[in-house]
């Protein structure tokens, strides 16, 4: 996943920012995946529908995309992603991003796309956390290990 398709990329910022701002406009949520997850359990009335459905679509939308998207776009591949991890691997990082939501205080969705659009102080100093994290991942996998 190295290729540079600007066109799907616009189109799926576009999609996430639209979403995000229906959610806010219409039931005055964030949609950060981690708060709406953390808060399906315990079981609240009236608080709960909306919150299965946000996370039923996510996996829905995905696949719908992928199955979509090649025929809309060329720039789009067909091939499913290859992982080059295992099943335990692939558990233990879900794991990991799960406590650092909660450290963090939310997920990179939440604080990226709907705290910076808020102009939250908290959010803009997560991104910038995230975003210094992951640069020194990244020079660390490719240039020292």
């Known amino acids: 996943m190295t290729e540079f398709t600007p066109l799907s990329a616009t189109i799926g910022g576009i999609l996430i920012g639209l979403s995000a701002g229906i959610l806010w406009i219409t039931n005055g949520r964030t949609a950060g995946v981690s708060g709406v997850f953390g808060g399906v359990l315990p079981f609240r009335k009236g ?82 956390i995230f975003m210094v994290v992951a640069m020194i991942t990244v020079f660390l996998v490719r240039h020292v290990l």
């Open 47 to 128: 608080d709960f529908d909306w919150r299965v459905v946000f996370l039923l679509a996510l996996p829905l939308g995905a696949i719908l995309g992928s199955w979509l998207g090649p025929m809309i776009l060329s720039e789009i591949s067909d091939a499913p992603p290859a992982l080059a991890i295992g099943p335990v691997v692939a558990i233990a990082a879900g794991l990991l991003v799960g406590a650092g939501t909660r450290l963090g205080g939310g997920c990179t969705s939440g604080h990226g796309i709907c705290g910076l659009a808020r102009f939250s102080t908290r959010s803009a100093v997560g991104v910038v």
